[in-house]
Every structure is written in C-alpha cells, then in structure tokens.
C-alpha cells in the first residue's frame, strides 16, 4: 500500500519561500516518477512539477519554473518541492502524487495522491 504524506505547507507573504515535502512509503520507488499539483479553490487541479526518482529528470509548469524546484532523497524516500519567490497566486492546495513509471504532467495519469497541504500566500 503506497502512501504519501505532505508536509511543509502554511501561510506566508509575497516573496517569501516555503519547501513542502512529501514522504513515501509501502514499496520501492526506484522507477517512480513524483508530481506535485495544486488546486486552488473553484479551480481544476493543475500540474506544478515532477520528476523521476531514478534519473532526477524534471519537468515544470511554465506559471512556476524557474521559481520552484522539485528534487529527491532516496535515503528518506522524500520529495521536496522548493517554492521561491512567492506570489498570491500560487496560493492552493499542495498535492504529491505517483505513477508507476516516466514523468507526466496529466493528474489522471498518477496513481496514488497525498491528502494535500495549504499553501496560502499573502499579498
């Protein structure tokens, strides 16, 4: 039973930085690939950034590259996903997900989900 817990989300002004994390646990993810998505409210989910566990392939969403950063530990089995530079609109709900092989940026295709985590970004 995969499971992923997010952490790391919270309230903090423009500009400002928060790194979220997201722990894995149930098998080996050494194929894996990790996403992160949010959801603000009245909104769809979206696709924010995902990499592969193996190789630290990465992609991004244009709204966030070069502002966010998302990396591994294989030690801790955890993802990170580094957010710099804060704006208002980055406020939603944080989710980290899974799918069993490659990077995707399509929610329906990963397979297990974290509950989610606030991230609330004050103007």
């Known amino acids: 039973q995969v499971q992923l817990v997010e952490s790391g989300g919270g309230l903090v002004q423009t500009g400002g930085s928060l790194r979220l994390s997201c722990a894995a646990s149930?098998?080996?993810?050494?194929?894996?690939?990790m996403g992160w998505f949010r959801q603000a409210p009245g909104k769809e989910r979206e696709f924010v950034a995902a990499?592969?566990?193996?190789?630290?392939?990465?992609i991004y969403a244009n709204s966030v590259h070069g502002r966010f950063t998302i990396s591994t530990d294989n030690a801790k089995n955890t993802v990170y996903l580094q957010m710099n530079s804060l704006k208002p609109e980055d406020t939603a709900v944080y989710y980290c997900?899974?799918?069993?092989?490659?990077?995707?940026?399509?929610?329906?295709?990963?397979?297990?989900w974290g509950q989610g985590t606030q991230v609330t970004v004050s103007s």
């Open positions: 997900a899974a799918r069993r092989e490659g990077l995707e940026s399509s929610a329906r295709n990963y397979n297990y």
């Open positions: 149930g098998r080996a993810f050494n194929s894996y690939g």
């Open positions: 990499i592969s566990w193996s190789g630290g392939n990465t």
